[in-house]
């Protein structure tokens, strides 16, 4: 009994010996732009490193005001919000078709939306630039938001939540005379939150993270999101580490905390990717 | 009459639902890439002017460019690299997280994936810090084992491995996650009659758990290949594409040619290279593992 005991802790300590290194490289970073973050300016390469023993939140507010972060925060809300609510209600209409519509040449129309997951953005950027452009849209939030309203991933998840779900109910609901836009929203769309859910993240992360597109379409100061903010203040304030630290730490925060309070939705959506 | 009623209905609900998306993704999506491969027969060098029609000028530029060849290998090297690394060091770590004597196993998990989900921007700025060959804390702690530490992002030979390490780090949660769905997948018994034939932990590591994986690395392979080949922002924000050229991805000539230089038809000539290569690259995947067929081993 003991000797069994003993020995699976030696195996906890040995497994434990052999990941730590791992986890610290990873960690390392954060550890050290955290540290960074709070360190008095001009000190960043004097120890400690790794972890803080000064906490100096003054780079944060001079970060914070030394570039607008709060209208590069709610610029970047503003248009996830808007991405992230129309990729689902349009998402749905059409997953509701590919889910429980039958028409002739239906699998083909879901191959084609399916197909644009392996266009890559740079195969289309410049005549989407020039399309932009045409329509007097650089510079606005149009530009961040049209183009981005649709996507199939999401039709793809959602319609994959759709078919599971068992058909009686979508036969019953009809023959009670239940119109498919009442079925879809009171029906269908309720039993399948957490497929909503994923999606919803997936896009969000999609529009926080976003970089290219932004910087180039709408690089105007009033217009700027969380990353290409956060470039545009690395060009500003070239040596200012501390306050880049503490820039980086606040563009970082929304994702890292969305990630942890959903990270089941986020891995179960990861899964799926096989197309992308 | 009734059935007539209700074809009619069905049309126009499936017309009305599938309208707006269809509209954005023509507009947004199939447009744009056709007219891609149009843009791609001019020369467009000045906005002011029309776009003159030269055929397959601009692809055999491109193919006698040396700029243009250096950045599709230089974006090869990138991809390769990161795409086997993360897969091997993914395989390690799933299956030590998938071991159940390892304490804090989904804490780990989340750690692992954190880069991921850590925007791209934020990466490479922190990177441009910690890899500063005066101040960084990586030169800070090598000085103690060596004289004369890399300049990384300015040394033709360390910078481009300097930006894969990143893209590794970004990668390698993602590589965990698959294969530790994959693990899940595979039946105790194989494990149990391995161990009756006198395996080691390692022997069935090799002999069990690697045969296993096939299908979910060629999967990963393939998916690796084409969100590497991709990179863009943490180049454009370390390097540039410097020093010399040395770290300037496919992305970035794309880039720097349509949208600093207006060279629009060389641009879109690009994209349709781009978009090819992608093409191919999918189309192998989907003849390797199916269409669209994680869900089957996951």
Same mark, same amino acid.
């Given at each position: 009994?003991?000797?069994?005991?003993?020995?699976?802790?030696?195996?906890?300590?040995?497994?434990?010996?052999?990941?730590?290194?791992?986890?610290?490289?990873?960690?390392?970073?954060?550890?050290?732009?955290?540290?960074?973050?709070?360190?008095?300016?001009?000190?960043?390469?004097?120890?400690?490193?790794?972890?803080?023993?000064?906490?100096?939140?003054?780079?944060?507010?001079?970060?914070?005001?030394?570039?607008?972060?709060?209208?590069?925060?709610?610029?970047?809300?503003?248009?996830?919000?808007?991405?992230?609510?129309?990729?689902?209600?349009?998402?749905a209409l059409a997953a509701y078709v590919f889910a429980f519509i039958d028409f002739k040449g239906r699998d083909?129309v879901y191959?084609?939306?399916?197909?644009?997951?392996?266009?890559?953005?740079?195969?289309?950027?410049?005549?989407?630039?020039?399309?932009?452009?045409?329509?007097?849209?650089?510079?606005?939030?149009?530009?961040?938001?049209?183009?981005?309203?649709?996507?199939?991933?999401?039709?793809?998840?959602?319609r994959?939540?759709f078919i599971?779900i068992p058909r009686e109910y979508i036969d019953a609901a009809s023959i009670d005379g239940s119109s498919h836009w009442y079925i879809l929203w009171k029906i269908v769309?309720?039993?399948?939150?957490?497929?909503?859910?994923?999606?919803?993240?997936?896009?969000?992360?999609?529009?926080?993270?976003?970089?290219?597109?932004?910087?180039?379409?709408?690089?105007?100061?009033?217009?700027?999101?969380?990353?290409?903010?956060?470039?545009?203040?690395?060009?500003?304030?070239?040596?200012?580490?501390?306050?880049?630290?503490?820039?980086?730490?606040?563009?970082?925060?929304?994702?890292?905390?969305?990630?942890?309070?959903?990270?089941?939705?986020?891995?179960?959506?990861?899964?799926?990717?096989?197309?992308? | 009459m009734k059935q007539r009623k209700n074809s009619r209905y069905k049309i126009s609900t499936t017309v009305l639902f599938l309208f707006?998306?269809?509209?954005?993704?023509?507009?947004?999506?199939?447009?744009?890439?056709?007219?891609?491969?149009?843009?791609?027969?001019?020369?467009?060098?000045?906005?002011?002017?029309?776009?003159?029609?030269?055929?397959?000028?601009?692809?055999?530029?491109? =193919?006698?460019?040396?700029?243009?060849?250096?950045?599709?290998?230089?974006?090869?090297?990138?991809?390769?690299?990161?795409?086997?690394?993360?897969?091997?060091?993914?395989?390690?770590?799933?299956?030590?997280?998938?071991?159940?004597?390892?304490? =804090?196993?989904?804490?780990?998990?989340?750690?692992?994936?954190?880069?991921?989900?850590?925007?791209?921007?934020?990466?490479?700025?922190?990177?441009?810090?910690?890899?500063?060959?005066?101040?960084?804390?990586?030169?800070?702690?090598?000085?103690?084992?060596?004289?004369?530490?890399?300049?990384?992002?300015?040394?033709?030979?360390?910078?481009?491995?300097?930006?894969?390490?990143?893209?590794?780090?970004?990668?390698?949660?993602?590589?965990?996650?698959?294969?530790?769905?994959?693990?899940?997948?595979?039946?105790?018994?194989?494990?149990?009659?391995?161990?009756?034939?006198?395996?080691?932990?390692?022997?069935?590591?090799?002999?069990?758990?690697?045969?296993?994986?096939?299908?979910?690395?060629?999967?990963?392979?393939?998916?690796?290949?084409?969100?590497?080949?991709?990179?863009?922002?943490?180049?454009?924000?370390?390097?540039?594409?410097?020093?010399?050229?040395?770290?300037?991805?496919?992305?970035?000539?794309?880039?720097?040619?349509?949208?600093?230089?207006?060279?629009?038809?060389?641009?879109?000539?690009?994209?349709?290279?781009?978009?090819?290569?992608?093409?191919?690259?999918?189309?192998?995947?989907?003849?390797?593992?199916?269409?669209?067929?994680?869900?089957?081993?996951?």
């Open positions: 009994m003991f000797k069994h005991m003993s020995k699976t802790l030696l195996n906890k300590v040995f497994l434990l010996l052999i990941i730590l290194p791992m986890v610290f490289l990873m960690v390392m970073p954060y550890m050290w732009m955290i540290t960074a973050s709070l360190k008095e300016r001009g000190h960043v390469s004097e120890p400690p490193y790794l972890v803080p023993n000064t906490f100096d939140f003054s780079n944060y507010s001079k970060a914070w005001n030394g570039a607008p972060f709060g209208k590069y925060f709610s610029n970047t809300l503003f248009v996830a919000v808007v991405v992230v609510v129309s990729r689902i209600f349009f998402g083909i191959f084609v939306y399916l197909s644009t997951m392996m266009i890559p953005f740079y195969a289309i950027v410049i005549p989407l630039y020039l399309l932009v452009n045409d329509f007097n849209w650089l510079n606005s939030y149009q530009a961040l938001i049209f183009p981005r309203i649709v996507d199939a991933f999401a039709i793809m998840i959602l994959q939540a599971s769309f309720p039993m399948c939150l957490p497929s909503v859910i994923t999606s919803a993240v997936f896009s969000f992360l999609f529009i926080w993270n976003d970089f290219f597109w932004p910087f180039l379409v709408a690089n105007d100061t009033n217009l700027r999101v969380i990353q290409t903010g956060l470039q545009a203040f690395t060009g500003r304030y070239l040596t200012e580490w501390t306050y880049w630290m503490a820039g980086t730490v606040i563009a970082s925060l929304p994702p890292v905390l969305l990630f942890i309070f959903a990270q089941k939705y986020y891995i179960s959506g990861l899964s799926r990717t096989g197309l992308k | 707006p998306s269809l509209l954005v993704l023509c507009l947004f999506v199939f447009y744009p890439i056709i007219d891609a491969f149009r843009l791609s027969l001019f020369e467009w060098n000045n906005p002011a002017r029309d776009p003159v029609f030269v055929g397959m000028e601009n692809y055999k530029n491109l =193919f006698m460019d040396d700029r243009f060849l250096n950045s599709l290998k230089v974006t090869l090297t990138y991809t390769v690299g990161v795409t086997f690394i993360s897969i091997i060091l993914g395989l390690i770590i799933a299956n030590l997280l998938n071991n159940k004597n390892l304490p =804090f196993r989904n804490f780990f998990r989340g750690l692992f994936f954190l880069p991921t989900v850590t925007p791209t921007v934020v990466a490479a700025m922190v990177w441009i810090i910690i890899f500063n060959p005066t101040y960084g804390f990586v030169n800070i702690l090598l000085r103690n084992v060596m004289d004369m530490p890399p300049n990384w992002f300015s040394d033709p030979h360390w910078a481009l491995p300097t930006i894969m390490l990143l893209g590794i780090w970004r990668r390698v949660g993602f590589t965990i996650i698959i294969y530790l769905a994959a693990l899940q997948n595979i039946p105790n018994d194989y494990y149990e009659i391995s161990k009756m034939d006198g395996a080691n932990a390692f022997q069935s590591f090799l002999y069990v758990t690697i045969p296993q994986m096939i299908p979910t690395t060629l999967m990963l392979i393939t998916l690796g290949f084409i969100d590497s080949f991709l990179v863009f922002d943490q180049v454009l924000i370390t390097t540039r594409g410097g020093p010399s050229s040395t770290t300037e991805v496919v992305s970035l000539f794309l880039y720097t040619d349509a949208f600093t230089l207006f060279k629009m038809g060389k641009g879109a000539a690009i994209s349709v290279i781009i978009f090819v290569i992608i093409l191919v690259i999918t189309l192998i995947q989907w003849r390797l593992v199916g269409f669209g067929s994680y869900e089957d081993i996951s």
